[in-house]
């Protein structure tokens, strides 16, 4: 089983559509989470953080289910901007900052 | 702003081949980490670093070796290029600061291609 699994994409959705993306962790003692995004042909650069409380950053919000092991990413009011791969990342509790990433979800929005 | 530089954009490299990958950052990050990405498979770390001359196996590591001499510095060898290291490369810094809640930031990858 992988440590970090997503929901594989991909996701076509209209223009202002709301799309929920979810992640599950293998590693109950994973301490950070964080949503990245990436763009075709690019770097990933970091979305959002996740807290246990949950994050809201605009349209974007972010949950943390300890308990289950998910993570989820809801994006409201959908941008042809958003169109990108979004990756969940989890920062294993090995003492060495490791950062686990999944494999990335795809979305893409449409006119 | 945090800048993670790597060499290279884009290698073409012949099998069997001795290949360097050099990252630096700027930020005085502890720990820097390798990555290559696949369609499908998404980033694998292949090896990472918490200190100089510190490091450590990631998922993938067979195949390659890393060297951190300095503290800005990351380096990734393939000994002997294989066409099935075809990939692309990233590496990524980011801080400890005595908490995990830090962002990794990314260079600009390096799409190695070895025929």
């Known amino acids: 089983r992988k440590e970090v699994e997503q929901d594989p994409g991909p996701f076509n959705v209209p223009e202002g559509a709301t799309v929920a993306f979810n992640c599950t962790y293998s590693n109950s003692a994973s301490q950070s989470f964080f949503w990245y995004r990436q763009d075709c042909r690019k770097e990933p650069k970091l979305l959002m953080s996740v807290y246990s409380s949950g994050n809201e950053d605009g349209r974007f919000t972010a949950q943390l289910n300890r308990a289950s092991q998910y993570i989820s990413l809801l994006i409201r009011d959908s941008k042809l901007s958003d169109s990108a791969t979004y990756l969940c990342?989890?920062?294993?509790?090995?003492?060495?900052?490791?950062?686990?990433f999944g494999a990335g979800t795809r979305l893409a929005v449409h006119p | 702003d945090v800048k993670v530089t790597q060499s290279s954009r884009y290698l073409v490299k012949r099998t069997g081949e001795k290949v360097f990958l050099e990252c630096v950052q700027d930020?005085?990050?502890?720990?820097m980490f390798w990555y290559r990405q696949d369609p499908g498979l998404g980033l694998r770390l292949i090896y990472f670093?918490?200190?100089?001359?510190?490091?450590e196996k990631g998922d993938i590591p067979e195949g390659y070796s890393v060297s951190r001499e300095k503290k800005e510095r990351f380096s990734l060898i393939l000994e002997s290029a294989s066409t099935n290291q075809t990939s692309m490369y990233l590496c990524a810094s980011k801080a400890t600061a005595g908490t995990v809640r830090t962002e990794a930031f990314f260079g600009q990858g390096t799409r190695l291609t070895v025929v």
């Open positions: 670093s918490y200190d100089v001359k510190m490091k």
């Open positions: 990342v989890v920062n294993s509790n090995s003492g060495y900052n490791k950062l686990i």
């Open positions: 930020m005085d990050h502890e720990n």
